[in-house]
C-alpha cells in the first residue's frame, strides 16, 4: 500500500471551501487534510467546526497559518485554494515556485484572453509570471480537458455556472450541430450559496425567500469561460444567471437551434456518446427532465433535453449541485486525475 | 348614489377563487359577493372560511349551491368562473343564456383556433353554440383589448404564464422591432399555487422545496393564447416554464433579437409608449430589474430589460403575481372596464 | 368633512417602517404620511421606492431629513417611529416637547421596572426627563389598554412576541385560573424580518433555510415586557424565541397548568369572553388551531388551544404577523384610538 | 474476509427506504440489498430509479416481488421493513418465523402496554404470536438498549420525534435529576418528509410554505414509545409537534424543572457522562446551541441546553435528521449492533 497523499487547504471558511475539506477528510487516498488560515480569514477560527459545527465530532479540523516551509516540512504536495481571485492570483506564483502542485477554485486562472480577463482586473505584482502561468494553467472540466488535467501543475477550477453551461452545449457544439449564427441562450438559476458566504442585502433571507430575480444579464463574469471554452463569439450567447430561493443547486435551460433536422434519439446519442466514459455525467432520456434535487449532494452533472416537433429548436437542461460538480467535487476529480486515481474516488 | 352591483363567484374553494372572493368582498361598487358551490366541489364546506381559516372573522363566506332561478331571483348580473375548464366549457352556454355577463378564469374560451384548441379536448354538448361564443368571448387582457372587453358578455381571462409573456412581448412586436425568423424564447417560472390545489406528487411540499424543474416544454396550454394573442406562428416561439420553490409569483425572462440597433433609452419609451395609460403595468429602467417579491399581492405586470451592447440581444423580465395579475386581480380590472369605472377600483 | 391627520414616520426604510408607511398611505383618515430621514440612514436614497421598488407606481414616497420646524410648518400632529431603541429613546423627549404625539415602535419605552430596563442600556442626556416619559408612556396594546391609549401622549408599541404571548395569556391569568407556581412555558417562533433588515450572518439565506434554531433562551429583551405586563415574577415564565426559515409571521405555543379543572368549552368562553368587542382577536375552537399562514398581511392575533383530557394542561397556540398585529398594524391600532377612530380604519 | 450479509429492504419507495437503500448499498459488510415491492406498492416501478432519479448511475435499485422462498433462495438473513404500520404487523411474524431477522421502521412493534398500543389499532391475524413479538420486540434505540439489541430477533427502530426527546431527556431522568411531578415539556418540530410521501392537503408545498402549525397535541402516537421508554406517566409529558417549512430535520426544544439546584457544567457533565462512548450523540457546551443544520444527512443526534440563573429551569434543544438517526441511519446503526459491527460502519 501506497503512502497517502498530503494536501492542505486555503479557504476552507468559505462554503466551497468546507464541503471540500468534507471530501478531503473522507477520501481514501488521503491523509487528513491541512487547513490554512489567512490573516484575518475565517473569523480567528481555530478550528473549523467553529464556523461549521456541524463538522464537529470528527477529531477536530483544527486551522494553522498558512506557511511555505511549514508546507514543506508537512510534505504538501498539492495546495487547494477556495479564495476570493485576487488572493488566488498574488498567491498561485510562490506556491508553484515553491513546487506544490494547485487546484484553484477561483475565476483567477480559468481564462486566457485578454478581453474576458478585465472583468477580474487584476493587480499582478509580476506580470511575467503570471502571464505565464495564465499560458500554462488548465481549465479543469474532466469531461473536456482530462488528459491535460492529468500533468497539470496549475488547474483552473472551472466557474459552478460554467459547468452546467459547457457540459449541456459541448457535444452539439464539437459535433456542428448548431446553428450559432441564430444565438445560444442559457438562462440559468442557481441557489444563494453560489453568492458566497459573506452576509450582504442581496443574500439576506427576506430578500431571497419568496423571489426570483435575473441578474449581471450580458455581464456575469463566468461568460468568458464559457465562450473561450465552447469557442463561442460573445455575441453568440446569452447568458441570464437567476438567483433561487433555495440554498444550493444550479439548473440551467439551454437553448439551441440544430443546423440539421434531427430526432430526439439522434440527439440522445450524440450526448451518450460525448460522455461515454465519464463517470460524472447522467444522460436522462426524452420526456424525462433532470431537477435540481436529482444532483443534490452528488458530483453528477445531469443532462436533458426536449425537441420541438419541427426536429430543429432544442432545449437542454443542465443540473449540477454548485458545491460539488460546481466546485468542490470537481477538484476532486480534477485530484484524482492528476495523481492517476479513479475519477470517483472519494466522490460516492 | 347607484346601486351596487350583484356578482357571483364559482369556484371559491380554488386558489384564485379566493383571491377573487376576498377581491370582490372589498370592492366598493359591489355587494358582498355570492359563493356557488358545485355538487362535490369544496369538500362541502358550508362557509369558505372552513376551506382558508384566514378569511374567518369578516362576518362569513357561506356557499350557496348553484341555480339560475337563486341567482336571478338575487339580482345577480355578473358571474365569475374560476373552476375546471370542463366546467366552464359546460356552464356558461346556459349563463349566457339566463342573461349573465360572464368572467371565465379558466382557459375554455381563450382559444379561437381549432389547432390550439385540441390542447384542452372540449365536448361541447352544443356544438354550434360552443362555436359561437367562442367566436363572441373577448380575451380578457385589458392592455390588449380594452374596448372590446367593455362590452363583452364573454370575457375569458388569460392564462398566468399568459399574461406575463404577453405583455412582455406585445409593445416590440406591435412596433416591428423583433426579428421573428431567429426565434423567440420565454423562460418562464412560476409559483406552485399556479398548479392549483389538489394535492398531486408534484406539489408535495418535499418534491418542490431545494428544487427547481422545467415541464411541459413545447406542449403548455398557454402557448396557444400566446401565439394568438401575439399573432406569431407557433414555431416563432418557444415557451418554457418551470416550477419554483416559492407560494406564488411568476418571471418571465423573454429573450428576443431586434430587427434594428436600438439603444436602451428606445427600447424603454417603446415600452413606455405602449403603457402610456395603463394603470397596473410598471416599466424598470435599466439596470433595474423588476423581481418577484415586487408585484406579489399586487395587480401589477413589472417589465424590464436588459440590451446587449451590440444594441440587437434583448432581454425582457415580466414579473406577476399569478393569482391577481395572473387571475383573479385582472378578472377584477377586467369587471371594472365591464362595468365603465376606473381600472383601479378594489384593486389597491 | 372634517381635515386630514398629518403624520411622519421617522424608519420608513426598514421592514416596520415600510409596512407601516403602506398602511398609513391608505389610511382614509390621513393625508399621505411624511417619511424623514436621518443622516445616514436609507442608504441616502432620496424615495422609498429605491429601497423598497415594490412600492414604485403610487405617486412616490420622497424622503426629507427630519426637522421639528419643518414638522411644524407642514402641521404634522403624530410622529411614528420605527427606529433603533437608542435612536427613540434620545429623540422622544424632543417630539414630545415639540408637542407632537408619537407612537414609537422600538423597545425603547416598553418598560417601566429597572431589572428589566437593563436588557437596553440607554443613555439618556436628560435622565429626569427620560424617568418622567418612561412613567407616562403608555404600553400600546389595545386589547389591554384601550382606555390609557386613547389619551396617551406617547405609546411604546409592544414587541412582537410580546403580542402574541401576551394576548394568549391575558386571558386566563387575569381570571386567575393559572397555577403560576407550575411554571409557564413559551415556545415562540417568529420569522426572519423581525431580525431585522440588517445582512448579518444570521440572517443570510443559506444559515436560515431548511433549519430551526432557538436562540436567546432565557434573556431575549421581549421577557420584560411581557412579564410587566402579566404582573409575572420573572421564574415564572420560560420564553424562548426560534427562527424561522420563512421572511414573516409569528407562532407562539404556550404552555400553562391551571389551578383547577377545566372543560373546553369554558377555556373558549374565557378567552371569548375577555376579547368580545375586540376586532382583532379570533379564537379558533378546538380541535381547530391557528396556522402561521392564517394571520399573515392581517392585523389578527389568531388564538386557539388545546386541554389535556385531565382537565389542567393546556397548550395555547398564538398567531400573529409580526410586521402587522407585532409592529405596524398595532401601531396604526393605536393611532385609531388614540384619534376615536374605529380600530379596524385602515386596516383591512 | 468474511463474507458479506446479505438484506432486503420492503418499502424502498417511501422517503426513510430510500435513505436506507442509499446506506445499505454504501455499507462496506454488506452485499447491494435487494429490494421488494408488495402488489400495488410503488407505482409499479421496475427500478427504484424510476421513482427517485437521484438514484440513477449507480447500476441500479431493481425491486423484485416479496416472496419467502426467494429471500431464502438468496441467502437473505436480515430483513427491514419501512412499511406502514398495519403492513408490518401483518408481515413480521412470517418473517420471524422464516428464520431471518428483523428491523421495522413503522410503529408496530414499539410499544408494550396496551394502553398505548390503541392508538395504532392492530388487527392481529393470531394474537397470541402477535402478543410473544411484541414482548420480544427490542425498542431500538442504540444509545439505551445496545445489549439487547445485540441480540435481537426483532427491532423496533424507534420513531423520528421520539428519538430526539427520548435522547435529551434519559440522562437527566436516569440519574434521578428531574422534578417530574412538575411537567416535563416538549415543543418539537419536524421537516414534511417526516409525514410521508403521499400527497395530501396538509403536504401541499402551498400549505407548507411560509407557514407553521401545530398538530396531534396531547395526541401524537409517538407519546406512548416516549413515556414508555422513559417510563413517565402520560400525564408527567406534554408533547406537541408542530409542521416546519423544511424538507427534513426535527428541533426539539424540552423543558425540565430540576429537583435540586445545579451549574451548567452539572448538567454539561450529566449528558457527557450518558453519553461517554456512543459515537452518535453529540453535546453542545452552553452557550452554544444545536441547529437543525448540523445533524442534517448524519445519523448524529445533536443536544445542547440553557440553564436559567436560578439553576432550576432547563431548556434542553435536541437535533436530529428525521430519515438518518430518526430513520434510515439509527436502523443501519441497529444492524451494526446485532452483528457485532462497529457502531458507524456504514454511517459516515
Known amino acids: 500500500m501506497t503512502a497517502k497523499l498530503k494536501t492542505a487547504v ?19 487516498r488521503l491523509e487528513k487534510p491541512i487547513l490554512l488560515r489567512r490573516d484575518g480569514g475565517g473569523n480567528g477560527a481555530r478550528d473549523l467546526a467553529e464556523v461549521f459545527p456541524g463538522l464537529s465530532g470528527n477529531g477536530g479540523y483544527p486551522l494553522q497559518p498558512l506557511s511555505w516551509p511549514e508546507l514543506k516540512r508537512q510534505d504538501v504536495q498539492l495546495l487547494f485554494l477556495a479564495t476570493p481571485h485576487e488572493v488566488s492570483r ?26 474576458h480577463k478585465a472583468v477580474y ?19 479543469g472540466l474532466p469531461e473536456l480537458n482530462s488528459g491535460r488535467i492529468a500533468d497539470a501543475r496549475l488547474v483552473a477550477n472551472p466557474g459552478c455556472y460554467a459547468t452546467s453551461v459547457i457540459l449541456a452545449l459541448a457535444p452539439l457544439l464539437q459535433a ?51 465562450v473561450e471554452q465552447l469557442e463561442l463569439g460573445t455575441s453568440e450567447l446569452i447568458f441570464t444567471p437567476h438567483l433561487l430561493p433555495i440554498p444550493r443547486g444550479i439548473l440551467s435551460t439551454v437553448y439551441v437551434h440544430l443546423n440539421r433536422k434531427m430526432k430526439s434519439e439522434d440527439v440522445e446519442s450524440c450526448l451518450r456518446a460525448f460522455y461515454a466514459n465519464r463517470r460524472w455525467v447522467r444522460i436522462f432520456a426524452t420526456p424525462n427532465l433532470p431537477q435540481v434535487q436529482f444532483s443534490l449532494h452528488t458530483n453528477y452533472c445531469d443532462l436533458g433535453f426536449c425537441l420541438a ?12 449541485d454548485n458545491l460539488l460538480k460546481g466546485a468542490a467535487g470537481q477538484a476532486v476529480q480534477n485530484m484524482n486525475l492528476m495523481y492517476g486515481w479513479n475519477e470517483q474516488e472519494g466522490l460516492q
Chains 1, 2, 3, 4 share one sequence.
Not at 498574488?90 to 480559468?110: F, H, K, N, T
Not at 482586473?121 to 503570471?130: G, I, K, L, R
Not at 416537433?309 to 443540473?319: H, M, T
Open 121 to 139: 482586473s487584476f493587480q499582478d505584482s509580476d506580470a511575467v509570471t503570471a502571464a505565464e502561468l495564465t499560458k500554462e494553467a488548465v481549465y
Open 90 to 115: 498574488s498567491l498561485v506564483p510562490a506556491a508553484i515556485a515553491e513546487g506544490l502542485r494547485v487546484i484553484d477554485l477561483s475565476g483567477a486562472w480559468r481564462l486566457k484572453q485578454a478581453k
Open 10 to 28: 486555503l479557504g476552507a471558511t468559505g462554503y466551497s471551501g468546507m464541503e471540500l475539506t468534507r471530501l478531503l477528510a473522507h477520501h481514501p
Open 309 to 320: 416537433e419541427d426536429g430543429r429548436r432544442l432545449v437542454l437542461v443542465s443540473c449540477i
Open 176 to 226: 456542428g450541430l448548431v446553428d450559432r449564427e441564430r444565438g445560444i441562450v442559457s438562462d440559468s438559476k442557481s441557489g444563494v450559496s453560489g453568492a458566497g458566504k459573506e452576509p450582504t442585502a442581496r443574500t439576506h433571507f427576506v430578500a431571497v425567500a419568496d423571489n426570483l430575480s435575473a441578474y449581471s444579464v450580458f455581464n456575469h463574469r463566468h461568460l468568458g469561460e464559457i
